[in-house]
């Protein structure tokens, strides 16, 4: 079955800029959404489709994609962006429709 | 504002049958996908599978063999059950609204979870 492959861990300072991405086959085909996690906490939707923040989330949250990649860039790196960020996307491999998740990338912020 | 609730057994022996159910306030039922995600302590989110108002369901092919979903339209319900558990099923257990829409000027749809449940603790321990 498909994979999403997330960098484990990224760093970035205060106010400055971050990018984090997010490798598969998948994202050929299929735009990667992105959640925000916190230590307790359900995810929650930062991004989605082509560049779209859902109601609620800054406007440093934007999205960007190009061939099997997508990135999610925090741009003005805030404290409360310190947590665990996921791509998915839908993936048709195999003959069946299903979902799959990137494993993860902890972001700290300095 | 869409709420989701869950609830479910949080504590099972292996080869026991998890049942979990999640209810959803405050929208529409239909013209969406329901989804199961899970969670596995410090580990990061795996899709489990999804299902429409009127029972179509894909899942999650490494969890296939042993995943059932419902619907109950009459009371905006859907339900996951997990039979066979072992310990490799311990995780934190998410319901979520799977949206798709069409954007105008764009090829491509859009897939994404907007609304999540607060998630049910489920251990599996003899």
């Known amino acids: 079955s498909s994979e999403l492959t997330q960098d484990p861990a990224v760093s970035v300072a205060l106010g400055q800029t971050v990018r984090i991405t997010c490798q598969g086959d998948?994202?050929?085909?299929?735009?990667a959404s992105w959640y925000q996690q916190k230590p307790g906490q359900a995810p929650v939707l930062v991004i989605y489709?082509?560049?779209n923040r859902p109601s609620g989330i800054p406007d440093r949250f934007s999205g960007s994609s190009s061939g099997n990649t997508a990135s999610l860039t925090i741009t003005g790196a805030q404290a409360e962006d310190e947590a665990d960020y996921y791509c998915d996307s839908r993936d048709s491999s195999g003959n069946h429709l299903h979902v799959v998740f990137g494993g993860g990338t902890k972001l700290t912020v300095l | 504002q869409v709420q989701l609730q869950q609830w479910g057994a949080g504590l099972l022996k292996p080869s026991e049958t998890l049942s979990l159910t999640c209810a959803v306030y405050?929208?529409?039922?239909?013209?969406?996908?329901w989804s199961w995600i899970r969670q596995p302590p410090g580990k990061g989110l795996e899709w489990i599978g999804e299902i429409n108002h009127s029972g179509s369901t894909n899942y999650n092919p490494s969890l296939k063999s042993r995943v059932t979903m419902s619907v109950d339209t009459s009371k905006n319900q859907f339900s996951l059950k997990l039979s066979s558990v072992t310990a490799a099923d311990t995780a934190v257990y998410y319901c979520a609204r799977y949206t798709v829409t069409a954007p105008p000027f764009d090829y491509y749809y859009y897939y994404f979870m907007d609304v999540w449940g607060k998630g049910t603790t489920v251990t599996v321990s003899s």
């Open positions: 405050g929208g529409s039922f239909s013209g969406y996908y």
């Open positions: 998948s994202l050929r085909s299929y735009y």
């Open positions: 489709g082509k560049n």
